[in-house]
């Protein structure tokens, strides 16, 4: 069984486009040689702050096992269910002018109240409302504090990061609150989309099992985390583990190659700033620069949020029972789908995708069908070599958004169905050996021949 599913190398090819413009000799995104990511690994430093956050949320988790617990577990986990407790909104604030706030009532008097609003990681902003401009005071529901055994341990292998509890995450992280915040929104909206998306498809419904997020803002930390749990995946930008439910991300402006990116940008900026020259032409290029400063940072952002909808969305397909508990789907399946996620809307055509797909295809470099279809690796595609890994996750995306058009959506869920339902060793070892192409076909109820012409026009007119 597959361990972990891994988002490819060279996501930020829109970046180091954008770099050279400037000149910058850059590495294509995330293609940084693996001595280097080792030597980083050692310099790894967790944060000095370690508390503890909890959003506003229903926590409905099983409780930790005292019977396994050590008392500096115990010890811990009252610890953390405490700071948890404290910082759950306990009143809601309807203003006259009908906004609300959420928060915690410092002091009052009959003609003012102290309110503590939280900001995240226990930093609160302490304001007064006189009570004439209060409309309501609303007494908020108290969630179950209770952490779990895998909380806890979460929280003694990541020492000193911050732990969030928000539903079914539960996130360490040297991240700011606003990277967590954002992440656990887009991990909503993927999970609120899914159930839609892929309604039919669902056969285990009861996925509450706790999801655990190890959200990096340092790359060093990173790549010894991949390291330690998924070595072939140590050049990653993040991967998803089954065996803990765990996803493991970094934040792409956290990058070495974006850093080294905004620092040329800053260095030609100050250069220009230090220079006497005024003129039309030097005023240009300062702005042009300031642009494209913005428009990285943008993009990195975006990355980031597609690699946690990508990663998340393999633990939504294992979560919800649909990938076969072998794990013998072939790679264009499992990464296909997930590709097909990473837009903010489930199934939105991938531009970013599309447009590199589109240069592979003009250069006549795809790969052929067949080879795609019956890729089986435990590496994923990292076993195709450094030159076709990204167009094997293109070609993915591009097959996957095909056979989710009406002509073949139906059958296609079919296809997945057939490696869903398969629950024992004999049929799956037959399954694995079987042609993809044709088992593909057969599905689809056309011939490999008509397959082949037909996706060939689809990807001529991408």
Known sequence: MLPVCSLRRGRGRRIAILAFALGVSCYVWLHIAREAALARAQA?????????????REIDSPPCSDGQATLEDLALKKRIEAELAADVPAYRLTLRDHRTVKGRIVAETPTQIKFREGSGYSDYIVSVYPRSEIAAITGLPTPSMEVTRQDVLLVKEFPGYHFVKNGPYSVVTDAPYAEVDQTLRVLTQLRQQFQQRFAPLIRDRDSGKIVQ?????????????????????????????????????????ATTQFAKVQERIDQRLRALDASDNQSENRIQASAHLEALSSQITTEAKSMTDRLTRHEGAHQLFRAFGIQCKFAIEPTWLTEGLAEYCETPEIGAYHSVLAERLAAVRDAGALLPLNVLLNHRDHSGFFSLGTANVEKAYEESWALTYFLMQRQYHDRFFEFVKYYRDINDVNTAAAAQEADGEVLLAAFLQTDVSVLEAQWQKFVNHM
């Open 44 to 56: 790894e430093v967790a944060p000095a702050d370690n508390k503890v956050v909890v959003l506003e």
């Open 213 to 253: 997020i190890v959200l990096f803002d340092s790359e060093a930390p990173f790549r010894a985390c991949a390291r330690r749990l998924a070595p072939a995946l140590v050049e990653s930008a993040g991967f998803y583990s089954s065996a803990d439910n765990r996803l493991v991300l970094l934040n792409q402006m």
